[in-house]
């Protein structure tokens, strides 16, 4: 925290309305309505020319909507924050509105499966080409980068691997070459994570995890942390000289995601600002639960090893106390003696729930190799580092008690 500045949770909960309520509410109004009403003729002409700004139709923005993104800005100390339908839906938006047809993104090899579709399928499609690489190896990243390379995008942590990118030493190659940084950081929320402190240019969460309050409802969010001259970015260069220092958000609101739809609701931001405000919480309890099993896990037979990169055995333990303030997250895994283990554990579970998802409230286990990558051939699984002996948890906010019993009966054929 900085010097005179409120904490996170002090912030969240007091950012102010972006104008008073009209009867003084305490908590902020669902305002779910789709357009609003202007006084004059002159008035919503200055509106839409965009001389000032007022809420004229919720596709682009919404007063609720627009207090979530007063609130992430807050957390996060960013300079811009534009919240979004989806996590899927804030990085297709930010990938199209920073690369023009012609220049490429250099991206992680290990990330989130539709993510990766996304880039291998539908932005070449675009125009955008994509180059993979392992991002935890800045040599191999500056190899394939080139003049027309404008984006290098990872996850924080990846998953189910669990790897971390040094990120300060990746945002010093990115400096060089006139690259933007942007992260997907959902599940190191920015309680956890200061972007802006590691070198990272823009910022990307699916709301949909932690923020939410536990898989309440769907949504993303863009933060610009303000820290790039998109003057000297090809795709923002005119926006840039009509609007500055806003030339990303506005492009995004304006054309991209007005044109492409994919709006939070207010009902969704309501979930957003309830959910973000207790936060913190959460991830506490659940990074204690995660140090908890680590340490049952440790000492059990049946479990081959485990990973988790809050505890001392992990291999990036030391960046991860770094990078995330000693709180990686609560995505954990376990390896068994083989894949008929891993189902016999799975379909023993009583309490723990057997679900994809990530950051519920409840702990969730899925067996990767069998069903998120089923998609993928086996020498695909080995490369992406998803073994057919592996269950990844997502550990909840449960008492860890309860958790430990179930695993024990579970790991008990
Ligand atoms: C879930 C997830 C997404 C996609 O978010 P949605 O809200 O489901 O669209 C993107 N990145 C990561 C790391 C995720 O875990």
């Known amino acids: 925290m900085k010097k005179g500045q409120k904490g996170f949770v002090t912030r969240s909960l007091h950012t102010p309305y972006p104008k008073k309520d009209a009867y003084n509410s305490l908590h902020m109004p669902v305002y779910d309505g789709v357009a609003f009403e202007f006084d004059s003729a002159e008035k919503i002409e200055e509106v839409f020319s965009g001389k000032v700004f007022e809420h004229a139709y919720s596709r682009t923005s919404n007063p609720t909507v627009e207090y979530f993104e007063h609130k992430i800005k807050a957390v996060t100390g960013g300079y811009a924050a534009v919240a979004l339908a989806s996590g899927m839906a804030a990085i297709s938006n930010v990938l199209i509105s920073l690369v023009e047809n012609g220049g490429n993104v250099v991206a992680s090899n290990h990330l989130f499966g539709h993510s990766y579709a996304l880039l291998k399928e539908t932005l070449p499609s675009?125009?955008?080409?994509?180059?993979?690489?392992?991002m935890t190896d800045c040599g191999a990243v500056e190899k394939v980068t080139d003049d027309k390379t404008r984006v290098y995008f990872f996850e924080t942590i990846t998953n189910p691997q669990l790897e971390i990118v040094d990120i300060a030493k990746l945002s010093l190659i990115a400096r060089k070459n006139n690259v933007v940084v942007v992260t997907d950081s959902t599940i190191t929320p920015p309680y956890v994570f200061d972007s802006k402190q590691w070198g990272v240019d823009v910022e990307v969460m699916s709301t949909t995890k932690f923020i939410s309050g536990g898989a309440a409802a769907f949504g993303g969010v863009v933060v610009d942390n303000g820290t790039f001259d998109w003057s000297k970015l090809p795709a923002l260069q005119s926006w840039s000289s009509k609007f500055d220092k806003n030339a990303l958000v506005v492009r995004i609101r304006k054309e991209i995601f007005r044109h492409l739809g994919a709006t939070m609701t207010a009902h969704t931001a309501h979930f957003m600002n309830l959910g973000l405000d207790i936060m913190s919480l959460r991830v506490d309890r659940?990074?204690?639960?995660?140090k908890a099993l680590a340490e049952y896990f440790q000492n059990h037979p049946k479990v081959k090893s485990f990973s988790y990169p809050g505890v001392l055995s992990h291999e990036n333990f030391e960046l991860a106390e770094k990078l995330f303030s000693g709180k990686p997250g609560a995505v954990m895994t376990i390896d068994l003696e083989s894949k008929e283990a891993c189902f016999q554990f799975?379909?023993?579970l009583n309490l723990i729930r057997r679900a994809t998802n990530l950051n519920d409230n409840k702990t969730l286990a899925i067996h990767p190799a069998s069903t998120i990558y089923a998609e993928f051939s086996d020498?695909?699984?080995?490369?992406?580092?998803?073994?057919?002996?592996?269950?990844?948890?997502?550990?909840?906010?449960?008492?860890?008690?309860?958790?430990?019993?179930?695993?024990?009966?579970?790991?008990?054929f």
């Open 126 to 134: 675009l125009g955008i080409e994509v180059r993979f690489a392992d």
């Open 286 to 290: 659940c990074v204690e639960n995660c």
């Open 346 to 348: 799975y379909n023993r």
């Open 379 to 412: 020498e695909e699984k080995e490369e992406m580092g998803v073994r057919s002996t592996m269950i990844r948890l997502s550990v909840g906010i449960e008492d860890v008690a309860d958790l430990i019993e179930d695993l024990n009966q579970a790991l008990d």
